[in-house]
């Protein structure tokens, strides 16, 4: 394969005539199958994917081609100005777009023969392809709303988008413009979804008619290397070489497990407030990439917008994360980096090393439908990435992925590089198995009566509680007036008022599993739509109809955690099996691996362990079988990301 550096602008000519001649035995390329125009809104929930990937190229710009041969005056198709200075080169491409749903470009790798300069074509496969020609408008169009984001984070969900590739591909270009829509679109969104569920709740709430129920937040975070800066902070500090000084960021878990940041939280309330945050922010990064001497590609940028729904204030808040990622680098655009750099460069790509192990494990996982260990913990960057992918968070999230290739032929070994590392994402929807056996703790396994049975039970439950205190209450006045009232006898048939009709909170057909993908919002508005009888205040029915949601959420949690046990047990019976009893811990770690972790921790160790047990009970879970297991897994798996690290470290060290 020729690089860029031994590919010379005299052999475009010659490239070019290749290229065309395989063009022409080329099929037409596909393009989209729904015309932008007659795009609906998003599919129904099941058919969306947990991540989906889209390729981008742009248009060559004017006078790159001459400047990335740094102007060959040589060149058969030079055009030179009066001061013979080369302005223009005639571009060749070096990715073709064959289909663009299912996305598939084609990379056109040079090579060199004695004969003369070749071409191999490499077809590389995504869930979308954009070619040069489709606009910032229709991007957005075809990843952020057909893929429902908007929707998922105003209802209690997180949502992605991701951009990655090469320097000066286009992923700020992408980036900037769905940031710019996201503002655009968010509130009219929220407003719409807002007025909906106040709908719900009955016409004559105070803010039914402006819908205005969510409130915003938004935090701006700036990764370089190793160091999270607040991208919002005011800083009038510079260094010695005139780059702002931040203050440096921590990135960890809390006590309870959250990866939370200590960001400047900015509230909006209107789409212009969140644009001119949107603007204050990237002007912050523009200028600290400019006065570091380089482009804004050496750092990773996170826009996040939480959002409350002030409606239902116990649901959990939804986030959209929007990531400009640092540009991969090759060994080779590094050699003539300062250490700093370099250290930066390695930290970079470790980082998005790391992120790839983790998208594409949560696909496999989605397309799979089963456990998939996924190392999120191994770095800042998809630490922060958390909500995304923790598998034991209860919020549903979704994940966008776009890569973005230059289109010049030079820039092809870099384009295969960034195209091999996000094809893999893209997973075939889970097949369709037939219904799974029925298992009485598995909700996804229920039928349609079932469902309706443990509906009936949770708000039987509800409606026996509140009987019994209102039974309470009776019984102390009547103490209080020296009475004595008859105990309370269990409610004769058809007497418990449940304040709802099951049947239109699970009409026919619909099942545990159908309601296990609603977003907590609309499953709230679905028992508000039965609410038939005021033995519920619309209170309580909010609170009930959370309470409930959230039981059916931990149940198939629950489901799929005992499914990732049993997978670990017989993934440990089989090494047993095959290596004998080795002298193992609990999983796989040995012992010598497990007292060095419990030296890292020091006095932690037995405080963290001790705490999760707490924890475990105050919550009621099982202890023995599950969560100490996991707690010490979780333990292990920090330790382990620590001494990848220190490894990583001195492994560079020793390059230098
Ligand atoms: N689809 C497009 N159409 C037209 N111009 C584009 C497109 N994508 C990118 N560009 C232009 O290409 C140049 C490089 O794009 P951009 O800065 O977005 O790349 P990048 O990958 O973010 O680079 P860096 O990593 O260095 O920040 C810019 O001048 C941008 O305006």
Redesign the pocket.
């Known amino acids: 394969m020729a690089s860029s550096s031994t590919l010379t602008s005299t052999h475009l000519p010659i490239l070019r005539t290749i290229l065309d001649e395989w063009h022409q035995k080329q099929p037409v390329p596909k393009s989209f199958p729904v015309p932008l125009a007659e795009l609906q809104s998003p599919p129904s929930k099941d058919k969306l994917k947990d991540v989906i990937v889209a390729f981008?190229t742009?248009?060559p710009?004017a006078n790159e081609t001459a400047d990335k041969f740094h102007a060959d005056l040589y060149a058969k198709d030079a055009v030179v100005d009066e001061a013979g200075k080369i302005f223009s080169l005639q571009f060749c491409a070096g990715i073709t777009v064959a289909s663009t749903e299912p996305g598939v470009f084609f990379a056109h790798i040079p090579g060199m023969k004695w004969s003369g300069p070749t071409l191999t074509h490499k077809p590389y496969e995504a869930d979308l392809a954009f070619g040069?020609g489709?606009?910032?408008e229709e991007v957005y169009q075809r990843t952020v709303v057909v893929n429902d984001m908007l929707s998922l984070a105003l209802s209690g969900g997180v949502g992605c988008i991701l951009?990655y590739?090469?320097?000066?591909?286009?992923?700020?270009?992408?980036?900037?413009s769905v940031e710019h829509r996201v503002a655009r679109d968010l509130f009219d969104q929220a407003r719409v979804m807002g007025k909906r569920l106040l709908l719900a709740q009955g016409a004559d709430h105070p803010k039914a008619d402006t819908g205005d129920i969510f409130e915003f937040s938004v935090t701006f975070l700036e990764l370089l290397g190793k160091h999270a800066s607040d991208l919002l902070e005011l800083t009038e500090k510079v260094d010695e070489n005139g780059n702002p000084v931040r203050t440096e960021i921590p990135v960890r878990e809390d006590k309870v497990g959250n990866v939370r940041p200590n960001l400047v939280a900015s509230i909006v309330s209107s789409s212009e407030e969140l644009e001119v945050l949107i603007n204050k922010a990237l002007s912050h990064r523009r200028t600290s990439?400019t006065l570091r001497n380089a482009?804004?590609?050496r750092s990773h940028a996170m826009l996040t917008i939480t959002v409350k729904n002030t409606l239902l204030p116990y649901a959990d808040e939804g986030q959209l994360i929007l990531v400009?990622l640092?540009?991969s680098e090759r060994h080779e655009d590094s050699k003539d980096h300062n250490k700093q750099r370099m250290d930066e460069a390695r930290d970079n790509n470790k980082s998005l090393m790391n992120l790839k192990e983790c998208v594409r494990a949560k696909a496999k996982m989605a397309a799979e439908d089963g456990f998939v260990h996924i190392p999120w913990r191994s770095n800042k960057l998809t630490m922060l990435l958390k909500p995304i992918f923790d598998i034991e968070s209860r919020q549903p999230s979704r994940a966008v992925i776009i890569a973005?290739v230059s289109p010049h032929i030079q820039d092809t070994v870099h384009s295969t590089n960034t195209l091999s590392y996000a094809a893999p994402f893209k997973t075939a929807p889970p097949k369709p198995r037939g219904p799974a056996p029925y298992d009485a703790k598995d909700p996804r396994t229920w039928d349609h009566d079932k469902t309706v049975e443990w509906l009936t039970a949770q708000f039987t439950a509800r409606a026996m509680k509140s009987r019994q205190a209102a039974w309470n209450v009776m019984e102390k006045q009547a103490k209080l007036g020296g009475k004595r009232i008859e105990p309370l006898a269990a409610p004769k048939p058809g007497e418990l008022d449940l304040g709802v009709d099951i049947s239109k909170i699970c009409p026919a057909g619909s099942t545990a599993k159908n309601l296990g993908v609603l977003y907590t919002p609309q499953f709230v508005q679905r028992c508000l739509e039965a609410r038939n009888s005021p033995a519920l205040t619309l209170d309580e029915l909010n609170h009930t109809a959370v309470d409930i949601i959230g039981n059916l959420f931990y149940l198939i949690l629950t489901a799929k955690t005992r499914k990732r046990n049993e997978i670990m047990k017989s993934r440990k019976k089989l090494t047993t099996e095959v290596y004998g009893d080795a002298p193992r811990m609990i999983k796989d770690y040995d012992e010598e691996e497990f007292l060095e972790a419990q030296i890292y921790y020091g006095l932690d160790w037995s405080k963290l362990v001790v705490g999760a047990q707490q924890k475990c009970k105050e919550e009621g879970k099982d202890w023995e079988g599950d969560m100490y297991p996991r707690t010490l897994d979780d333990l292990m798996d920090k330790f382990r990301a620590h001494k990848a690290s220190l490894a990583a470290q001195k492994a560079s060290d020793a390059e230098e």
């Open positions: 981008r742009r248009p710009l040069p489709v606009d910032n951009a590739g090469q320097t000066g591909s286009g992923k700020t270009f992408t980036m900037e990439a482009t804004s590609s400009d640092a540009g973005h």
